[in-house]
């Protein structure tokens, strides 16, 4: 799309997509979650109708269309309560960077399970002791004769239960043992969840969700010449190939939730009487939700933009649009769900009614995957030229 209005094929995209949400919904996902279960039927049938893979080439079994479609799918699964987090992970980060820079070998084997959902694939970048500085990340591979020896320790990493493979992010050792460099020089390695060496325990988190964050240790774990993408070193054009797309997903995932909140509200004080007329006639009730669509439009405009600049090729104002429509729909979405709770009075602290669930998993868009104070400091450098303070 590179104007306002949305083509029929999007539109259509929309429609299916926000259809088959719908037969699974929130009390669907949070049934899953409370049993601690998968949403395994939900992320089999978006694969099988192609949303998952909508935005991977067509050769290898996707849609063939692009970051735009693919943040319309996530929106729209957010939007109906079924905001899945590996939706970010495994086509738009994973498979957007396997397509771009992984051998004919490395996408035949990867891309068309990605693309139909019969394979997961995590991302593994954060670290406990590096943080939102991916610069201090010690995961480190090292040669030894044809393989590759990959040792470290990752944090969050979301839904490695799932996973058939994680995409980890490391840094290659100089032949002496030494860092190459101080400053992030990355590798990035697909390693099989059954790989030797390779062990997780579950993050206990506060979010209900049915998908899991899990600690990953890798001991020695020794893997094939052909599990490095693209380059051993230096590799920070293929990192950055998947954050764009990681930084729209999570704006849609935003934005989808703040619809869903202001949903839920609106639908709630229209029929809801205490007074004379239905709660939603009292302007105290009205006026925050109409800011929260607002501010949730607002933040869906400059993520519309971001996925448009990424897939026209302009991957420079795709990422300032990016890190922009990740800010806007985070904070949208925090006040929107706070706001739609607060439209509920008692019942938006309930079970019952699903919004209270939705608390902490909104507060998540200002934390992951990348924080606010990162943003503003991206921001603040790139946009306006001001020096850093780190
Ligand atoms: C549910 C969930 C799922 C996740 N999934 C994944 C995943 O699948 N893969 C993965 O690799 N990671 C994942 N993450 C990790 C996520 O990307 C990090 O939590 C995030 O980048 C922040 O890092 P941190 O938690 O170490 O916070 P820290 O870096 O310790 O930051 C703590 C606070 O300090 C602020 N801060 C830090 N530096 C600065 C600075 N220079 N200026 C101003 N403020 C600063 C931050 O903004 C933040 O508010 C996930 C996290 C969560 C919570």
Known sequence: MSSFVETEEQQALR???AAMAANYGEKYYLEKARAGEHT??????????GFIGVNLPEEYGGGGAGMYELSLVMEEMSAAGCALLLMVVSPAINGTIISKFGTEDQKKRWIPGIADGSITMAFAITEPDAGSNSHKITTTARRDGGDWILSGQKVYISGVDQAQAVLVVGRTLREDGAHKSESLRPALFVVPTDAPGMSWTKIDMEIVSPENQFQLFL?????PADALVGSEDAAIAQLFAGLNPERIMGAASAVGMGRFAINKA???VKTRQVWKTPIGAHQGLSHPLAQNHIEIELAKLMMQKAATLYDLGDDGGAAEAANMAKY???????????QAVQSLGGNGLTKEYGIASVLVASRLARIAPVSREMILNFVAQTSLGLPRSY
């Open 15 to 17: 429609k299916a997509v």
């Open 40 to 49: 395994t039927e939900l992320w089999s049938e978006a694969g099988k109708l």
């Open 219 to 223: 001991d020695e774990v020794r893997l």
């Open 266 to 268: 609106t639908e709630y």
């Open 328 to 338: 806007a729909a985070g904070e949208a979405s925090v006040r929107a769900v706070d």
